[in-house]
């Protein structure tokens, strides 16, 4: 890989300090590492102590940190490969989904699945196989990748796909950064169609409605996901939004490069006693006008798929102590019963999420990647006194009826917990031993599991 152009000062490429997990409530202290060529990162995997790749440290919990060890932040050239008349493209790690899909855009293409940040970068999405609000159709992120390039902790670069190291390929996607450190990827990119989206609002009533609504779109519309109205006092808990929406051709595409940019609306200041009373006045708002406004109508794609980058910074408006989000995959047996009974807990507790998205799964890749047919239910919490073992309980009742728990949005499952959710884990111990023998890597998330 060739130098960055920017590579900043001397402080910039290696310091300590106290790093954050994404949504404030992990933190650790250790040394950060900016690496710009292979050489950079093997003088790290020489020096004897623990380090892990980090991206843009988009993951909420601690699968980004590492106390007492090496975060590699992998920052290379932002190269770009042409397209070829198989469409597919050869990007490097360390460039951001905004920077990806500004390109892409001036091509006429796109990414098949984007997650619903701008910030992260392509290694980190393959690390989590992230996926969108149209994983019922179009898979995981994983799904595209054709092959990448892997540098494990003993220097070699290995390119793996499925006919190359098909093993370590299916293992890193999803990996969490634990096999190694990801230098570029090869994968399939879709045609753009346009930088709009036709859009139908349709507001539900009660869970089952809006279950019913999830099952019918899904199938349908590109992009589908419910909002979900959990507040204290909610006329009927489980009632919601579901937002449908489909791309459409834009005869003169034009530049798309100004629209992708992260976090650019007006900023969020902290607000004090962000609670009950606020969700509740919000979320009753937010149901009455979805009902009255017109269903049908026209949004800008990054609207769509990006709806929290309109606003600046919004996290900060939980303040210092962050907050949590518990994103669980719940079987589709019995999902309904389930998911109530989710509901049930939260509510039976004096804590209420501020954000509640429900969406349909389709079907998964095993291993560690957290999609797989059913429901992914997402819940954010202010990190109160006491939440944290409202988190405990959702997790304990979601390894009981076999779902998962998104790790790159965990901080708080114990290892007997993630074992029930995660069946296929021992193979992955197995092959970290293969690529990692002396388990260079480790991440707070890995040594929390037993990765």
Not at 2 to 16: D, H, M, Q, V
Not at 30 to 35: L, P
Not at 156 to 163: D, F, I, N, P
Not at 212 to 235: N, R
């Amino acid at each position: 890989m060739p130098l960055s152009k920017s590579e900043g000062s001397p402080e910039s490429l290696c310091n300590t300090r106290v790093v954050s997990g994404w949504s404030g409530t992990s933190h650790c202290t250790g040394q950060v590492v900016s690496c710009f060529d292979q050489d950079g990162l093997l003088n790290i995997f020489q020096s004897g102590h623990p380090w892990l790749p980090r991206g843009a440290g988009c993951s909420y919990g601690d699968a980004a940190l590492l106390s007492g060890g090496t975060m590699v932040l992998p920052t290379f050239e932002d190269r770009l490969s042409s397209i070829g008349k198989d469409f597919q493209i050869t990007a490097s790690s360390s460039i951001t989904v905004s920077e990806l899909l500004a390109r892409l855009s001036l091509i006429g293409c796109t990414l098949p699945v984007v997650p619903g940040v701008l910030g992260a970068t392509l290694g980190g999405m393959l690390a989590a196989d992230i996926h969108g609000k149209n994983h019922f159709q179009m898979g995981s992120l994983g799904r595209w990748v054709r092959s990448l390039s892997l540098m494990i902790p003993s220097g070699e670069v290995l390119e793996c796909s499925e006919q190359n190291e098909p093993e370590i390929f299916r293992a890193t996607l999803g990996g969490m950064g634990l096999t190694g450190v990801i230098l570029s990827a090869c994968l399939e990119v879709v045609p753009l169609k346009g930088l709009q989206a036709a859009v139908n609002v349709k507001t539900t009533e009660s869970l089952r409605e809006t279950i019913q609504q999830l099952e019918s779109e899904s199938g349908k519309s590109e992009y589908v996901s419910a909002w979900i109205d959990f507040s204290k006092g909610s006329v009927a808990p489980g009632r919601g939004v579901v937002v449908c929406g489909d791309r459409i051709a834009d005869e003169q595409l034009k530049d798309s490069g100004s629209l992708w940019q992260p976090e650019t609306g007006p900023s969020l200041p902290p607000i004090p006693g962000f609670g009950n009373t606020l969700v509740r006045w919000h979320n009753s708002l937010y149901h009455g006008l979805a009902r009255w406004l017109p269903q049908q109508r026209l949004w800008p794609l990054e609207s769509l798929l990006f709806p929290l980058e309109s606003w600046g910074n919004w996290r900060k408006v939980y303040g210092q102590r962050g907050f949590y989000q518990h994103q669980s995959q719940i079987p589709l047996s019995q999902a309904e019963d389930r998911i109530q009974e989710i509901m049930d807990l939260v509510q039976a507790s004096p804590y209420r999420p501020t954000l509640v998205v429900l969406k349909r799964m389709g079907e998964g890749r095993g291993g560690l990647s957290f999609g797989e047919t059913g429901y992914t239910l997402s819940m954010d919490f202010a990190n109160e006194s006491g939440c944290r073992d409202l988190v405990h309980r959702l997790n304990e009742f979601v390894a009981e009826i076999s779902g998962k728990i998104y790790l790159a949005k965990d901080s708080t499952l114990t290892q007997e917990q993630f074992e029930k959710m995660y069946p296929d884990v021992d193979g992955f111990r197995e092959l970290r031993k293969k690529v990692d023998p002396r388990r260079e890597i480790q991440s707070e998330l890995s040594r929390r599991l037993g990765l």
